[in-house]
């Protein structure tokens, strides 16, 4: 256990030591009695579910040398189980052990070990008696860090040079995606453990708080001048990895999508390039209204904001309600010719768009089914650029399909399981191709009514919750039995899991005889 606190002796130097003697006390409290083995699964137990969390946290910009956050959380749980341990996950980030609290409806709970297991990043909370199966509880954990440029703290700090006081201005923007929020608070960090969040942000006036949901209030922090609360309203059911958060003093773009919910859209960068935004701020509405169209499935959003943000690690990450660019992709004006950078950066919008549905609204249970949630939005990426630019859509989903054989028969062929973590990001875009190939495959040969039919009983069936490779063929079979006029008898999940599971793909041979 001293392990992981050796690997965070970089911040809070003083508390560390704190932290450390209190750690080795509680541990020391019980050795004699109680022996806690480390939590060494890469799943976590299922004896507990999470299904709020409540996160207050502050974040410090005004001092280079000192940029840092805290906050505490409480998340609320069910015990499926009876059980006297928590296991959750927490990397690197400094949690105060202490202050840990669990509360039951009818009593209080003493802790009595806590046991980090630094490769998993996961700790075991053991506490003094049992929690009741079927109970609910409210697991309280204070916790910070300073603040790097680091993309595997999730939580981290960027900066731009204001050009008339050559001031350099710091903000903070969160990338959780995979498995980043356990650097930043302790969580239970699995996709298919959804959630509710209400987030405070704490931060200083001259800078606007950014989440997954709008502001509702903006309050006074009496305890620190020039500070104030940010109050967002509560988001829908989530997984960790798609909360978003930053702090920032952004101008932004407001547009708005007319699809029959209106979804407004804020379009946000430093001032020096707001002007460059306007092809963002105008293609995403459009690219949304056209995919709710399609789709028939209502996003639980009344906002989209799209933060465009210099040397960003990816090129682009979508949460849900916020979507964070890489500012090199995406600036772009609205005016001039259609471009083959626009054309990339209508690509990269339309891909985000399309996961409001697909990861966002309808998850996976594990990383394994990646493709799934990839493929789906690979495919309406490209029929979103379609209906933007007719004709592109579909070169995009054929040189998908060349890139996808070309580099299958460069690796002696690849499967799309399992494959997390990747084997390299080569690869992992490969994965993005072939899977949104297949998509483009099932449609065509279902057909568009038997493959929409599927898709959006599919999509409203598992809203809010994860779909798996086997209930998305299942919803697609349904589907082609429905088609009572249609004598085809398809086996969708016997076809289709020959070209997930294997490698490869059939090689026809024609041999033309005679003249
Ligand atoms: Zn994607």
């Not at 910009?61 to 959380?73: F, I, Q």
């Not at 701020?281 to 690219?287: D, F, G, M, R, T």
């Not at 990339?344 to 594990?366: K, S």
Request: hydrophobic share 40%; aromatic share 12%.
């Amino acid at each position: 256990m001293p392990i992981w606190l050796s690997s965070i002796n970089e911040v809070y130097k003083k508390d560390i030591t704190l932290l450390r003697i209190l750690v080795i006390l509680i541990v020391f409290q019980v050795a004699s009695s109680v022996k806690v083995p480390l939590y060494n699964e890469s799943r976590l137990p299922t004896t507990i579910t999470p299904f709020h969390y409540d996160i207050r946290l502050i974040t410090y910009l005004d001092s280079p040398s000192n940029l840092r956050y805290h906050g505490s959380v409480n998340i609320s749980l069910h015990a499926q189980k009876y059980t006297n341990q928590l296991v959750l996950h927490v990397g690197n980030v400094f949690v105060e052990a202490q202050k840990i609290r669990l509360h039951g409806e009818a009593s209080d709970y003493q802790l009595m070990n806590v046991m980090f297991n630094k490769d998993r990043a996961n700790m075991v909370l053991t506490f003094d008696k049992s929690l009741r199966m079927g109970k609910s509880y409210i697991l309280t954990i204070a916790f910070g860090r300073s603040m790097s440029k680091e993309k595997k703290d999730g939580y981290f700090v960027l900066h731009y040079v204001n050009a008339r006081t050559s001031e350099k201005i710091w903000y903070s923007v969160s990338h959780f995606d995979r498995n980043l929020i356990r650097n930043t608070m302790p969580s239970f960090d699995e996709p298919a453990l959804r959630a509710t969040f209400n987030v405070t942000m704490g931060h200083h006036r001259r800078f606007q708080s950014y989440s997954n949901m709008n502001v509702r209030a903006v309050l006074p922090n009496h305890e620190l001048q020039d500070y104030v609360w940010s109050v967002h309203e509560v988001t829908p059911l989530m997984p960790t990895h798609l909360l978003a958060l930053s702090v920032n003093n952004f101008t932004c773009r407001f547009t708005q999508a007319a699809s029959a919910y209106p979804v407004r859209f804020r379009t946000c960068s430093k001032s020096a390039d707001v002007r460059e935004t306007s092809f963002a701020a105008e293609v995403a509405p459009q690219l949304l209204t056209f995919l709710d169209e399609l789709l028939q499935v209502r996003l639980p959003l009344d906002k989209i904001d799209q933060l465009v943000v210099d040397n960003f690690p990816s090129s682009a990450v979508e949460q849900l309600g916020l979507v964070v660019y890489r500012s090199k992709e995406i600036l772009k004006r609205e005016d001039g010719p259609m471009t083959r950078t626009k054309m990339q950066a209508l690509q990269l919008i339309a891909h985000e768009m399309a996961h409001m549905w697909f990861g966002n609204l309808m998850g996976i249970d594990w990383w394994s089914d990646l493709w799934l949630k990839e493929g789906l939005t690979g495919y309406f990426e490209a029929l979103a650029v379609d209906h933007l630019q007719p004709g592109m859509g579909r070169r995009l989903l054929l040189r998908h399909r060349e890139m996808a054989f070309m580099y299958e028969s460069q690796v002696a062929g690849m499967s799309l399981v399992p494959l997390f973590p990747p084997a390299s990001p080569e690869s992992e875009e490969h994965l993005y191709q072939k899977a949104a190939s297949l998509m483009g495959m099932v449609n065509g040969f279902l057909g568009n009514a038997t493959f929409y039919d599927g898709l959006q009983r599919h999509l409203w069936q598992n809203s809010f919750a994860s779909s798996s490779p086997d209930l998305f063929w299942r919803s697609l079979q349904l589907a082609s039995e429905r088609e009572s006029f249609e004598t085809k008898n398809w086996n969708v999940k016997g076809i289709m899991d020959t070209w997930i599971m294997q490698k490869g793909y059939p090689l026809v041979t024609v041999i033309r005889k005679g003249s």
